[in-house]
């Protein structure tokens, strides 16, 4: 079955304690991007990746990192979380082509509580 | 930059009614449009996308039209049921082609 797994689904954290949510798909897409979605503002990009080793900043990058070392899998990195990262994560990905972006598929989300 | 804007922000109706959800872009220079559905507590399934070169698209009792020179798209539901209750995002494509901008969403509620 194509799909876009996330882990965790849920997670409790503390302030400035290292966090990682993954993402991996298995349909070969090129690009994989990660969104947060937050009351009253919607779904806002962090970063995305053209392709393996090639990520860049969305609009809303400041307190994440992101890798692509391989094709299939995307992970977020929180170096050091703070309550205002408290949102729900979903990550993206799409096969790409000269004409934007193509049907994206998302994960389930991953919804994180920084205390 | 780019705005997307979606009217109403919720929409109760009873079963079987036909209805029809706004979405409008500021800037028409868009690759295309897509819609997505989002239930709580699960992520965003796409519905349909439309090319910058399309007029519409049909997908069972789901039409959504495009019209990029009025900045406008409407997703049709025909015949609603109580399983068509969720949230519904249309987003397009950046200028760049490397992110989707979203708009907040039309929150359907459907009674039987």
């Known amino acids: 079955e194509a799909q876009v797994t996330q882990n965790p689904r849920y997670l409790i954290t503390v302030t400035g304690k290292k966090l990682t949510v993954t993402c991996s798909q298995n349909?070969?897409?090129?690009?994989m991007s990660w969104y947060r979605q937050d009351p009253g503002l919607g779904l806002r990009q962090i970063y995305y990746s053209m392709n393996v080793e090639v990520t860049d900043k969305g609009d809303v990058p400041e307190g994440y990192k992101v890798s692509r070392k391989e094709k299939r899998n995307f992970p977020l990195i929180l170096e050091s979380p703070s309550p205002n990262q408290t949102s729900l994560y979903f990550c993206a990905s799409s096969r790409t082509s000269f004409y934007g972006l193509e049907t994206q598929y998302f994960g389930p989300g991953t919804r994180l509580l920084v205390l | 930059k780019q705005e997307v804007t979606q009217i109403p922000a919720a929409l109760s109706v009873p079963e079987g009614e036909n209805l029809v959800l706004n979405c409008s872009f500021t800037d028409s220079a868009i690759y295309n449009l897509q819609w997505f559905r989002q239930d709580p507590g699960k992520g965003l399934t796409s519905l349909l996308l439309?090319?910058?070169?399309?007029r519409e698209q049909t997908s069972g009792r789901l039409n959504a039209s495009l019209d990029k020179s009025s900045g406008r798209s409407t997703l049709y539901i025909a015949a609603s049921q109580p399983g068509d209750s969720a949230t519904y995002l249309c987003a397009v494509s950046n200028q760049a082609g490397t992110a989707l901008i979203f708009g907040k969403g039309t929150t359907l509620s459907v009674s039987s």
């Open positions: 349909m070969n897409h090129e690009y």
């Open positions: 439309i090319q910058s070169s399309q």
